[in-house]
């Protein structure tokens, strides 16, 4: 079994930042692929940026050059750091993991993050 546990979301101003952090821990061997998703009131979950075993890193158009994801893999972490934030990326934030070698995927329990005009 796998545990997802995020924290950092909370309310910010346009412009301001926020780092969300995700913890995975149980039973994780090696380095997984990992991701951030977010889902807005009324809207389908999108993928916001993930990162793969070796280190690459995929973001969705819309938050290129604001939002960069890292990872501590020694600490099993994978970050999000936010910046120049908009009212529109206002969502709940949830984690992902896919636990390799079947890819099984994982869910955190999410964060909201509110950024207001």
């Known amino acids: 079994q796998v545990q997802l546990v995020e924290s950092g979301g909370g309310l910010v101003q346009a412009g301001g930042s926020l780092r969300l952090s995700c913890v995975a821990s149980g039973s994780i061997f090696g380095i997984n692929p990992m991701g951030w998703y977010r889902q807005a009131p009324g809207k389908q979950r999108e993928l916001v940026a993930d990162?793969?075993?070796?280190?690459?890193?995929n973001y969705a158009d819309s938050v290129k050059g604001r939002f960069t994801i890292s990872r501590d893999s020694a600490k099993n972490t994978v970050y999000l750091q936010m910046n120049s934030l908009k009212p529109e990326d206002t969502a709940v934030y949830y984690c992902?993991?896919?636990?390799?070698?079947?890819?099984?995927?994982?869910w955190g329990q999410g964060t909201q993050v509110t950024v207001s005009s």
């Open positions: 990162i793969t075993s070796a280190g690459s890193t």
């Open positions: 992902n993991l896919r636990l390799r070698p079947f890819l099984r995927e994982y």
